[in-house]
């Protein structure tokens, strides 16, 4: 019999809704776990153990000059990739932009009559015209955003060269445990985080076909992040170190708050602000990650790792609520990683957030910059 609200909650769930929620992955077994072990526990649950210490000297390389003779030498490793068909894009677009009051990320406007997803597809066009080779894109969505993204795409999806996947679901809780019920009175769902990427991707099939035709390595990016565009600069400086995963890492800057590069129990990992020991300074790191990753296919593909699950509070609907997540800067815990410090500043940046409306008009220029030669020239030719 049920012992709790949550148990009632759940034995009473529509069984429609339900059915939905199952076929993205939902366990009500491990929201139960969730809810007795994690929520109980309050925010403190969330934070390492181990030794916590600032990235030694050597855990952070700078990107090479593009003009110089190291530059060159990795750009023409990059191309060579490119040529052979060799890159996927695997953009995450499941975000549902509560910053800029609950739309579609990808529908956004980045400049006038260009959509995020516009930008990605003419970013794809762009290196596929110049590398003479294939070049695949994923989008990770979610529940909230599978339909209207499949919708903007069109025939342009077809499910392998331009492609999308579904990451997981869960249930809110209110913080005495219960399901979180939205105003309309329907449970709440969300999706559980883009640390989903590689059970969603695995699942999807793509990865195991990429690979199959020759596929080696996997650029990560945020949809609503364009200045993380492919850089065959940065994918041969990937290629040459030869480790399983390279992140990006920029300048941090006042009011950074996310994951930044730290040695845990000394490995070189990324951890969360929440996540680190209360008495660890992170005025010690000086550098801030942009949740953008190469990743070689084949790693990815074979990694088994024991996710952590975290405890995140949100406000809904002007009440607070329980959700719980996996982040993808967790695959530092179990790649060994090379961190890469990318220029933030200036016309090379390749960290133009826009997570709120102030965000993107403050990046909109570079942005257009950025972006208006390869729309340019994809409508050129198109």
């Avoid at 985080?193 to 020759?214: M, N």
């Avoid at 008009?361 to 020239?377: G, K, S, T, V």
């Amino acid at each position: 019999m049920p012992d709790s609200c949550l148990d009632d909650d759940l034995a009473g769930l529509d069984p429609a809704l339900l059915a939905q929620l199952q076929s993205q992955g939902f366990d009500a077994a491990r929201l139960r776990a969730w809810e007795h072990d994690l929520l109980r526990a309050g925010p403190e649950v969330n934070r390492v153990t181990g030794a916590v210490a600032a990235p030694a000297a050597a855990d952070v390389a700078d990107l090479p000059e593009r003009g110089s003779d190291e530059g060159r030498r990795l750009e023409r490793l990059g191309l060579d990739a490119l040529g052979a068909g060799r890159l996927a894009m695997v953009v995450l677009a499941g975000g549902m932009a509560t910053r800029m009051g609950g739309v579609v990320k990808g529908l956004v406007e980045a400049i006038p009559r260009a959509t995020f997803l516009d930008a990605r597809l003419a970013e794809r066009e762009y290196w596929q015209r110049a590398s003479g080779a294939q070049l695949p894109m994923w989008l990770m969505t979610s529940h909230a955003t599978d339909g209207p993204i499949r919708e903007a795409l069109g025939e342009r999806i077809d499910g392998e060269r331009v492609g999308a996947f579904v990451q997981g679901a869960s249930l809110r809780l209110t913080p005495d445990g219960c399901l979180f019920r939205s105003d309309d009175g329907l449970p709440s769902i969300y999706a559980t985080g883009h640390g989903d990427l590689p059970e969603a991707l695995a699942a999807s099939g793509l990865l195991d076909r990429f690979l199959a035709a020759g596929g080696r390595y996997l650029w990560i990016m945020n949809l609503d992040n364009l200045g993380a565009a492919v850089d065959p600069l940065v994918l041969g400086w990937h290629i040459d170190q030869g480790a399983p995963l390279t992140v990006e890492v920029v300048d941090k800057q006042e009011g950074d708050r996310g994951g930044i590069p730290v040695r845990l129990d000394d490995r070189p990992v990324v951890l969360e602000s929440f996540r680190l020991p209360v008495d660890f300074d992170e005025d010690t790191v000086r550098v801030f990650n942009t949740n953008t990753f190469i990743a070689d296919a084949a790693a990815l593909r074979g990694l088994r790792i024991d996710w952590s699950w975290f405890r995140v509070e949100k406000t809904v609907d002007d009440r607070p609520a329980i959700q719980f997540e996996r982040l993808v800067g967790e695959l530092t815990s179990a790649l060994e990683s090379r961190f890469l410090r990318v220029p933030r500043l200036g016309a090379e940046s390749r960290f133009l957030p826009a997570k709120s409306w102030e965000e993107l008009d403050a990046h909109r220029a570079q942005i257009a910059a950025r972006i208006e030669p390869m729309l340019a020239q994809v409508r050129d030719r198109s």
